[in-house]
């Protein structure tokens, strides 16, 4: 991981660091994962790919920022648009509606973000552990409650995000279809949360 952290950037930084971020994000939109490739993103970006590199140290920490951005992005939305549902499972499960539609909207963003998350490696932990709480938080603010606080709640939300990690594995590897993702995502919140 990198030494430039959110906290840790001076206003240009954060600035470059954003430039980067967008830019690999079009180029995933354009191809997926194999279009993002390091220099053209530092092209892109306008940035020495030496700089990309201070910032991002593998294509697979850049994508899983690149998600990290999608998960705040969720977060700010939901902050505008509190989620819907007359008790907290009905919440958990719209705010899982939206992000699966926000996924399928950007299908080659998706997968180059979930296979830059299976890629594993001790060095892509921290990112995936800040996007796993990231969405920890998101799923204990619909569910009006601190999940962490409750250790079976707390295993319960871990649940819910490996059953969506694994059916997006399977949409984006062509054995179930988009369309099933959130039938098994509502069923895991009603199982695991009701």
Do not use: C, H
Request: charged fraction near 25%; hydrophobic fraction near 50%.
């Amino acid at each position: 991981m990198s030494d430039l952290t959110d906290d840790t950037l001076t206003e240009s930084q954060a600035a470059r660091r954003g430039r980067i971020l967008d830019a690999a994000l079009e180029l995933s939109a354009e191809g997926g994962f194999d279009a993002v490739q390091m220099r053209e993103v530092a092209a892109r970006a306008d940035v020495a790919l030496g700089t990309l590199y201070r910032y991002f140290p593998s294509k697979e920490n850049l994508l899983l920022s690149v998600m990290g951005v999608q998960v705040e992005g969720l977060a700010d939305r939901l902050a505008l648009r509190p989620p819907e549902g007359t008790d907290p499972v009905e919440r958990v499960v719209d705010v899982l509606g939206r992000a699966n539609r926000a996924l399928q909207r950007q299908p080659d963003v998706t997968v180059a973000m979930i296979r830059a998350l299976v890629s594993g490696g001790a060095d892509l932990a921290p990112v995936v552990s800040a996007n796993r709480d990231g969405m920890r938080r998101i799923i204990s603010d619909a569910l009006g409650t601190d999940a962490a606080a409750d250790a079976d709640l707390d295993l319960a939300v871990d649940l819910l995000n490996d059953v969506w990690l694994a059916a997006l594995v399977a949409w984006i590897a062509g054995s179930q279809p988009a369309e099933s993702v959130m039938p098994k995502l509502e069923a895991a919140a009603r199982a695991l949360l009701g």
